[in-house]
């Protein structure tokens, strides 16, 4: 975005297409909102809510954010699952 920024006030900007500067705004928001979307997940993935870790995994995923952090938390989850049936399994054994 600084770089947009920079062409406009250098006035440079008229040398380009209205349709290459829409395009460049377009990608700088989709990578904004990837960014977004990774550090939500990043979060997600070290709290114990397994709704929002799946929420935030579903939203990660449509921003293709990299495979090896989608990868761990999807690790996340089977790992809640797993301490899930663990509790359920010992409350059981209790009552």
Do not use: K
């Amino acid at each position: 975005m600084a770089a947009l920024h920079e062409v406009e006030e250098l006035e440079l900007d008229e040398f380009l297409s209205e349709d290459v500067l829409t395009q460049a705004v377009e990608r700088f928001s989709f990578l904004g909102r990837r960014r977004d979307a990774h550090n939500s997940l990043h979060h997600a993935t070290s709290a114990f809510d397994m709704d929002d870790l799946l929420a935030n995994l579903e939203e990660a995923r449509s921003y293709q954010v990299e495979s090896d952090v989608v990868r761990r938390s999807e690790d996340r989850v089977s790992t809640l699952r797993r301490m899930r049936a663990e509790a359920a399994t010992e409350l059981q054994l209790q009552c």
